[in-house]
């Protein structure tokens, strides 16, 4: 059951910064620090340091190994557990 904590830790927190991300983005594009063809083709411009540090967090997040190599591990306590 201990694997279990570590990642439903790491799934927790990757959906609590897809709000972030996205309040970034948004008070961003409204305050007018980015236009909405950065969001449209994604091309680089001066973008502010925000919006590129929580993109990269969200997007390092998903690369964790956490989450994938250890998500058969936990699907195999859970179905034990069930049994």
Do not use: W
């Not at 983005?25 to 980015?34: L, T």
């Not at 964790?64 to 034990?80: M, R, S």
């Amino acid at each position: 059951m201990s694997i279990l904590y570590p990642m439903v830790a790491m799934v927790f927190l990757t959906l609590a910064v897809f709000p972030l991300v996205l309040f970034t983005r948004i008070s961003a594009a409204r305050a007018g620090k980015v236009s909405s063809r950065y969001f449209i083709l994604f091309k680089r411009e001066n973008i502010p340091d925000r919006i590129v540090q929580t993109s990269r967090h969200l997007s390092n997040l998903f690369e964790a190994p956490v989450l994938f190599c250890n998500a058969p591990d936990g699907i195999a306590v859970l179905v034990k557990k069930i049994r």
